[in-house]
C-alpha cells in the first residue's frame, strides 16, 4: 500500500511558464524524495510597461510517503527530511 501527500508551492520563472515550472518541480525534488506527479493549479503573468517580466505558476506537487505494510512506523513527515540522512 503506498500513502501520497500533496504540498503547494509557487515557482517563477523570467523565461517562461515551462520553465518555471521544471525549476519548481526540480528544487522541491531536492528537499522531497519521491515526487510522483504535479497539477498546475494557476499562472500568471507579472507586467511592467506593457511587456511580461515575470511568469508564475502555483502547483500541487504529489509525493508518496516512506514506509508502509513493512515499517510500523510509517513516515509522519513524507519523504526524507534531507536535513539527515534518507529514511528507508
Keep these: 500500500m503506498s500513502v501520497a501527500k500533496n504540498i503547494e ?7 517562461s511558464f515551462e520553465d518555471a ?11 522531497i524524495d519521491n515526487v510522483r506527479g504535479a497539477w498546475i493549479k494557476e499562472q500568471k503573468i507579472n507586467i511592467d510597461g ?3 517580466v515575470e511568469y508564475q505558476v502555483m502547483m500541487i506537487l504529489t509525493f508518496v510517503l516512506d ?3 513493512n515499517d510500523g512506523n510509517a513516515s509522519k513527515k513524507g ?10
Design 9 to 15: 508551492i509557487t515557482s517563477t520563472s523570467t523565461t
Design 50 to 52: 506593457g511587456r511580461p
Design 21 to 31: 515550472i521544471k525549476k519548481g518541480i526540480e528544487r522541491a525534488s531536492r528537499t
Design 67 to 69: 514506509g508502509g505494510d
Design 79 to 88: 519523504g526524507s527530511d534531507k536535513k539527515g540522512s534518507k529514511r528507508k
